[in-house]
């Protein structure tokens, strides 16, 4: 399936389906952020780092509650429209609560990074993960049913590290990963752009958390907290949780990519090796064959970290 056909067949949804959908995802990410912001609300006296796994823990309950919602209502929720609105209500909560107590230059920092954020988001909707095509002809001459069976099979080097994404039904080279926050398969084309992406959002939650935190310590010393607008705080309070529970997360899946760039290996490659030749070394023992992993593309840390950077 070619870039144009995976385009078209999003396209295919009507402007209602679309509109109900993006209506869904928004009154999701406000039921989700009400809920957590009750937590300081009803648990007053713990401490924040004691809020944080009851955060989580009502923040998924709030998630599952908007899927089972779902089934009522016959439209399901984005999950990049859900990570769009979730970014655009923690702009909206520091630009109308938080901003007054910042410094200019953290200003100034926080804004250009929620709209590098949301520039990003643009482009890796919309950008080509590298989607290969090829005629059925091919399938032909090569003999396999399927483009799969082409793809396992290490007799064509021109399908190197091509892999098939179920979710998109398309061919990716460079295949990491299926990414529904972004809607898009993360390929060679676009691994760079999801590392940045990833990283600027560990960076720009970090930030938010730095200024939310200034906010509340600011109400505590100056003794505002018991006049302060309850719902600016709570909310206040409500999104540095949620914030530092993404921080947490993001920061071992990027951990986790790291790696895979010094190392040269893809998600799907590390959990999937057994269904690609080229990553099995099989040994004779006395009894059986026991397989282990091998990986033929590790030209050593610097030389993969170049790989990756080259354009």
Not at 181 to 187: D, E, L, R, V
Not at 252 to 274: A, D, M, S
Request: charged letters at 15%; a positive charge.
């Amino acid at each position: 399936m070619s870039r144009l056909a995976s385009e078209l067949h999003r396209l295919r949804r009507s402007p209602w389906e679309v509109l109900c959908s993006a209506l869904v995802s928004c009154g999701l990410v406000l039921f989700s952020q009400l809920a957590v912001a009750i937590v300081p609300r009803l648990l007053p006296s713990i401490s924040l780092l004691a809020m944080l796994p009851v955060a989580g823990l009502v923040f998924l309950a709030a998630i599952l509650v908007g899927r089972f919602w779902r089934r009522f209502i016959g439209v399901a929720a984005s999950a990049p429209l859900f990570v769009l609105f979730n970014v655009l209500f923690l702009w909206g909560v520091y630009l109308f609560v938080i901003r007054r107590d910042t410094s200019s230059l953290l200003d100034m920092l926080i804004n250009a990074e929620c709209a590098l954020l949301l520039w990003g988001l643009y482009r890796i909707l919309s950008g080509d993960p590298g989607i290969v095509a090829y005629e059925s002809s091919f399938l032909e001459e090569a003999g396999c049913k399927d483009f799969v069976d082409a793809i396992c099979s290490s007799e064509y080097p021109s399908l190197s590290r091509v892999r098939h994404c179920n979710c998109c039904k398309a061919n990716v080279r460079g295949y990491d990963h299926h990414c529904p926050a972004f809607g898009n398969c993360i390929g060679q084309k676009n691994h760079r752009l999801f590392m940045a992406l990833l990283t600027g959002f560990v960076v720009a939650e970090s930030t938010y958390t730095m200024c939310s935190t200034k906010y509340i310590t600011r109400c505590i010393t100056s003794g505002t907290l018991i006049t302060e607008n309850h719902l600016s705080l709570n909310m206040v309070i409500g999104t540095m949780l949620f914030s530092v529970l993404q921080v947490v997360w993001q920061v071992v899946f990027l951990i986790w990519h790291v790696y895979g760039i010094c190392f040269n290996i893809r998600t799907h490659e590390w959990i999937n090796w057994k269904k690609y030749p080229e990553f099995q070394m099989k040994e004779q023992p006395q009894s059986d064959f026991e397989v282990k992993f091998v990986n033929p593309y590790d030209k050593g840390m610097l030389c993969n970290i170049r790989e990756f950077l080259k354009p």
